[in-house]
């Protein structure tokens, strides 16, 4: 399964907003952008959609910015390809495909691996990427003698 940009991007917002949660303190787009190397115009797009689809809130004034709409144990990987990709739980079946036994058999096992990558990416959350970024960078700050 490969990951497009667009879900990239989200996430790394998405883990930005995750790591300031519990200061509760906004996130501005600039600010988001830099740290994680993300086009401004494209992420006031992607955080748009997260707005609109209740994954994180905006907040005005000139303190105001971004912050996740739950606590980022909550908000799991699963979500954020829903809301992205606009992905649809109950997807139609190809009409084609099912005209022959190869085609049931391939939709089956279609059907099976996105089930199995749906699990995996329900498993983890917001926060679970947060804590997994720190032991890395706890490791890289490490000096050997």
């Keep these: 399964m490969e990951i497009s940009n667009k879900l990239e991007y989200t996430i790394l917002a998405l883990v930005e907003l995750a790591s300031s949660y519990s200061k ?3 996130l501005q ?6 740290l994680q190397d993300i086009p401004n ?3 006031e797009q992607l955080l748009a959609t997260l707005r609109r689809r209740g994954l994180i ?3 005005r004034g000139a303190k105001g910015g971004y912050v996740l709409a739950r606590d980022p144990q909550k908000i799991t990987l699963l979500d954020a390809l829903n809301c992205m990709e ?3 739980p109950v997807e139609s079946k190809s009409e084609l495909s099912l005209q022959t036994i190869e085609g049931e058999v391939i939709q089956e096992v279609w059907e099976e691996s996105r089930q199995t990558a749906n699990a995996i990416l329900q498993k983890y959350t917001l926060q ?3 804590q997994r970024r720190a032991i890395k960078e706890r ?3 490490m000096y050997y003698i």
């Design 128 to 130: 679970d990427l947060c």
């Design 41 to 43: 115009r494209y992420l």
């Design 57 to 59: 809130k905006s907040i």
């Design 139 to 141: 490791k890289e700050l």
């Design 24 to 26: 509760g303190e906004p």
């Design 86 to 88: 606009g992905y649809d």
């Design 29 to 34: 787009i600039r600010e988001i952008a830099t």
